[in-house]
């Protein structure tokens, strides 16, 4: 029987819902705090293997299909684990494929195809490729093609394949629990901000400490500038190889604000960005800068390097309470009644809704 995948859209479980929940749970049972850092290291341990039980439960409920023990509709127990699964369905290529060889892509944790032009590749053991030639019957051919992998690449034959596709189930994407400081009582407070591996962190004057802006002065007004190359809306000087930033500077009364509008990808701590003075969203100098304004990027401007931005769960929101008990479990506790992680999370939802009041 041939079974069939589709992209399922990701129904994410709110990641501080479950780390409050986590600290409620361990604040009842006084079993002391988890940090931030190793809730995420725990958090991203738990989701993966909550993703390897789901193989391991489908295969056993596909059993119980066929020997008649599953019933159809909401009873469907294979289709519903294999709907957690579809969650993180991925079609892919190989990058610099030349002559039968490329390199897989980087999040594969379970192959589930792969085809050139809808016919299918079948894998073989690497021992067996040289077996396979020594025979005009078993040689691979464009109608009968093969592939072996290795760690990082793989290898299909004949060589004349030009445009193999993959299928496959991607490794879940970290969780992270992000947060800033209070300067007040030096308390985490979640921040919600997306975080972008190697991306700007987005927010309002979010470069403006790491500008050099002594002396700089410039024409009243809101300009953008994107990580371009070539004139007219764009930055295209500066250190580093970050792409695909948005930047908004206001200019008040001598006064500057810059923004991070998107977040881009690529930045690392030591790049520079240059806005030059015949810079500007048409590139004419619009702003009139009496000299180049740069900013050379820190720990607190980049989200790998700093504690902001979040990650949500990519489980399904039907996998929160075994979530919550597996980070506990990693961490030591062991929760007799489950019913225990549902009370904790209301208790944490409603604490959310006090504050906002």
């Known amino acids: 029987m041939t079974t069939y995948y589709k992209k399922k859209e990701i129904m994410a479980i709110n990641v501080d819902k479950v780390y409050k929940s986590v600290l409620s749970i361990l604040n009842k049972e006084q079993r002391g705090y988890i940090t931030p850092d190793e809730f995420n290291k725990i958090a991203k341990q738990t989701q993966l293997s909550l993703l390897e039980q789901a193989f391991t439960l489908y295969n056993k409920e596909l059993v119980m299909q066929d020997n008649g023990v599953i019933n159809e509709g909401y009873a469907d127990l294979p289709s519903k684990t294999k709907d957690k699964i579809d969650a993180f369905y991925q ?21 589930i195809e792969v085809s050139n032009s809808n016919i299918n590749i079948e894998e073989v053991d690497q021992n067996r490729l040289s077996f396979l030639n020594s025979s005009p019957l078993t040689k691979p051919t464009v109608d009968f093609p093969i592939y072996y992998k290795t760690p990082t690449q793989m290898v299909i034959a004949p060589t004349t394949i030009t445009n193999p596709t993959i299928k496959y189930v991607k490794v879940p994407t970290a969780p992270r629990w992000g947060y800033t400081i209070d300067a007040t009582y030096g308390s985490n407070i979640y921040d919600n901000r997306t975080f972008v591996d190697t991306g700007l962190v987005t927010g309002v004057g979010e470069l ?3 500008a050099i802006l002594t002396g700089l002065t410039g024409t009243n007004g809101s300009y953008e500038f994107t990580k371009a190359v070539g004139s007219g809306n764009g930055w295209t000087n500066g250190v580093g190889t970050g792409i695909d930033a948005k930047l908004k500077v206001t200019v008040a009364t001598n006064v500057f604000t810059i923004d991070v509008i998107d977040a881009g990808s ?3 701590i030591g790049d520079t960005i240059k806005i030059e ?10 702003m009139n800068l009496n000299s180049n ?13 700093s504690t902001t931005g979040s990650t949500n769960f990519e489980l399904h929101p039907s996998d929160e309470t075994n979530l919550i008990l597996g980070i506990l479990g990693y961490a030591g506790v062991t929760i007799k009644d489950p019913g225990i992680t549902q009370l904790s999370a209301a208790i944490a939802q409603a604490n959310e809704t006090v504050k906002r009041q």
């Open 293 to 305: 304004l740069v900013m050379t990027l820190t720990a607190p401007d980049i989200y790998t390097s």
């Open 266 to 268: 690529g930045f690392a």
């Open 91 to 111: 079609t892919g290529t190989l990058t610099s494929f030349v002559t039968g060889t490329g390199t897989l892509p980087t999040d594969i944790y379970q192959i």
């Open 208 to 210: 403006t400490s790491s």
């Open 277 to 286: 003075t015949t810079r500007d969203t048409d590139g004419s100098n619009h």
